[in-house]
C-alpha cells in the first residue's frame, strides 16, 4: 500500500479538491491510505476562535467559526451533485460547527483553554476536509471512506513513549487494513487524537505529515508521499535562482539538516518513524502531479554534484567578545552560560585567542541585557543584519576543493566573508555574509556548482 498525505493547500478549494480526488483516482498503486490537513487558513482561524473565546467575546468566535462554515459550505456545493450526499454534507458541516461553538461558549465559562480543549478546536480543521473529500470521492462513484481519527489515543494514555506508539500502530493497522482488503480509500483525518501534552506542543503545526508516518509504518507502506505545493526540495530558493533545480533524493540527515537552515518543505522529525523503518518519503506537486519529486530515503544518494542545496538565513546578529586572552579555562563556559541565561539561542562559533564571534538569529529584544551583562567580563561588538548562505550535501566529504570553489565564487563578485563555520559532520560548509549581499551570494554559488 500507499500511505498519501495532501496538505492545506491541496485541499485550498474545491478546485484544489477535485485535484487531489484525480490523483488519489489515477493513482498506480491500487491499495492507498489517504491524510488530509485541514484546508488552507483553517487551522488559524480555528487557533483565533479559541483565543476570541478567553476574550469573552462570542461576536469575535462567531466571526472565525462563521468564516469556517462559509468556506466548507461553498466547497460542499462545488464537490457533490448527488443531492442526497449534499444534504448529508450540510447536516454535518453544521452541526460540527455549531457543536463547537457550543465547546467555544463553554469554554468561557472555564476561563482557560487547556492543551487539550485546544486538539478538540483544531480537530474540526482536518474532520471538516477529511469529510469533504470523501464525500466528494463517493460523489463520483468511488469507494472512499471518511475516517475521524480524533478518538484513536484513549484518554488515558499519558505519554508519548513507544508503548503508546506500538498500541497506536495496531490500532491504525486493525482499522484501516480490513478496508484495504476491501479496495476501500480510507480518507483520513491528519489530526489523530488528543495526545499528551497536546498536538501542538507535542508534534507541532503540521502534524498531518506525522499522522501520514505512523499510517505508512503501521500498514507497512512501500511508499508515502507527501503531496503539496512545490515538486520537492530544490537546490535552492526558486526566488532567487528562478532555475533551481528539483533533487531527485536526499538523505533523512540532509533533510533535517536543511529544515534547520530555513528551507521549509518539510518538518522532517515528522517521518521519521518511517524513515527509520526504510520505507522512501517522497515530496509530490498536486499542482504537476507527473513531476518526480524529492524522495527522502535514510541514508540518501550521491548526486554526482559536490553537494545539494543552497540555503540562507537572514537577520543574523553577529556577537563578537574580546578579552586579553581568551584560552584563560572555564571562559568559554562563562560566555555561554550568559547566552543560556537569556534564552538566546547560538548558531555558528568561530573563534581565535583573543576573540570569540557567535552569531544569533532570534531574541533581539534580550540582546541590550545580553549585552549589558557581557560587558562586565568582555569588549563586546554587536553587528545586526547579516545573513548566513550555507551549502548542505553529505557528498560534500568525497569531493576536494568544494569550499575553494565556494570561497573564490564569493571573492569573486566582491562579496565580503565575515564568517566560516564547516559543519562538523563534513555536511555543511557556512559562511556569514552583510545582508545586501545575500541574493548575489546565492545566485554566484549557485552559477559556480550548478552553472545556471
Ligand atoms: N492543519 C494543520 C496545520 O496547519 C496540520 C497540518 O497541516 O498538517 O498545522
Ligand atoms: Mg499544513
Partial sequence: MFSLKFGGTSMGSAENIMQTADIIVTHEEKKKVVTVSAMSGITDLLLQSAKCSMKEDELCYGDAL????????KALKKLVKNKELYDEGEKFITERISHLSEFLTALIVVGEVSARSNDAIISLGEILSAYLLALHL???????????????VSLRAQKLNNEFFNTLSHQLSELLNPLLEKNITPICT?????????????????????????????????EIQIWTDVSGILSTDPRIVPKAHVIDEISFGEA???????AKVIH??????????????????TMAPSDNGTAITRKGNNSGKPFKSITIQKDITIV????????ESGIMLQLFQEFSHYDISIDLIS??????????????????????????????????GNTIIAIVGEEMKNHIG???????ALGNAKINVRMISQGANEGNISAVIAGKNSVEAVQVVHKEFFGV
Fill in 190 to 222: 491528519g489530526f489523530f487524537g488528543k495526545i499528551p501534552g497536546g498536538i501542538i506542543n507535542a508534534v507541532g503545526r503540521g502534524y498531518s505529515d506525522f499522522t501520514a508516518a505512523l499510517i505508512g509504518k503501521a500498514c507497512k507502506a512501500k
Fill in 320 to 327: 563578537t567578545v574580546r578579552s586579553g586572552d581568551m584560552t
Fill in 66 to 73: 462563521g468564516e469556517v462554515k462559509r468556506i466548507h459550505l
Fill in 268 to 285: 522532517p522529525q515528522t517521518i521519521w518513524p518511517a524513515v527509520k523503518d526504510d520505507i522512501l518519503v517522497r515530496i509530490k506537486n
Fill in 256 to 262: 533535517t539538516e536543511l529544515a534547520n537552515l530555513g
Fill in 351 to 384: 573563534t581565535s585567542e583573543s576573540s570569540v564571534s557567535v552569531t544569533i538569529q532570534n531574541g533581539e529584544d534580550r540582546v541590550p541585557d545580553l549585552v549589558e551583562s557581557l560587558e562586565k567580563i568582555f569588549l563586546v561588538d554587536v553587528e545586526s
Fill in 138 to 152: 463517493q460523489d463520483r462513484g468511488e469507494k472512499s471512506q471518511f475516517i475521524n481519527l480524533e478518538n484513536i
Fill in 402 to 408: 568544494v569550499s575553494g570553489k565556494l570561497f573564490s
